[in-house]
Nanobody
Framework: VQLQASGGGWVQPGGSLRLSCAGS????????IGWFRQAPGKEREEVSW????????YYLNSVKGRFTILRDYARNTVYLQMNSLKSEDMAIYYC??????????????????????WGQGTLVTVSS
C-alpha cells in the first residue's frame, strides 16, 4: 500500500505545475485524498482535499481560484493542478489519504494525526 507523489519542479512566478498522487495496492476512491505542504521554517498546512466521490472539495483560502484538485478514477490518481503560482506556494507538497468518515467528521480537513497513508514529498520551487 503506497501513495506516490510526483510532479514537483521549478517554475517561474505565474507558471503552472500539476502534481500527481498515484495509489498502489489500494483504491484511492475508497478514501478522501488531500494535499499538505510545508515550507522551510513554517508549519505544515492543508492545501486541498477531495472526498472519495469528488463531490466535496476543500481549498486553503490562499490557493482558491488558482489550484484545482481532480480525481482520475481510471488511473487511480488524484491531481493538484496549480496555476498562477506565487513564491509563497514554494514548499514540499505531500499527498495523503484519510478515511471517508474522518473526512466528514473533520468537515473536509482531516488533521495530520488521522491520516492513514502519506505519500513522499515532492518539491515545488517558485522563483524567477
Amino acid at each position: 500500500v503506497q501513495l506516490q507523489a510526483s510532479g514537483g519542479g521549478w517554475v517561474q512566478p505565474g507558471g503552472s505545475l500539476r502534481l500527481s498522487c498515484a495509489g498502489s495496492g489500494f483504491n484511492l476512491d475508497d478514501y478522501a485524498i488531500g494535499w499538505f505542504r510545508q515550507a522551510p521554517g513554517k508549519e505544515r498546512e492543508e492545501v486541498s482535499w477531495t472526498s472519495n466521490r469528488g463531490e466535496t472539495t476543500y481549498y486553503l483560502n490562499s490557493v482558491k481560484g488558482r489550484f484545482t484538485i481532480l480525481r482520475d478514477y481510471a488511473r487511480n490518481t488524484v491531481y493538484l493542478q496549480m496555476n498562477s503560482l506565487k513564491s509563497e506556494d514554494m514548499a514540499i507538497y505531500y499527498c495523503a489519504a484519510a478515511a471517508v468518515e474522518l473526512f466528514r467528521t473533520y468537515a473536509g480537513t482531516p488533521p495530520p494525526h488521522v491520516i492513514e497513508h502519506w505519500g513522499q514529498g515532492t518539491l515545488v520551487t517558485v522563483s524567477s
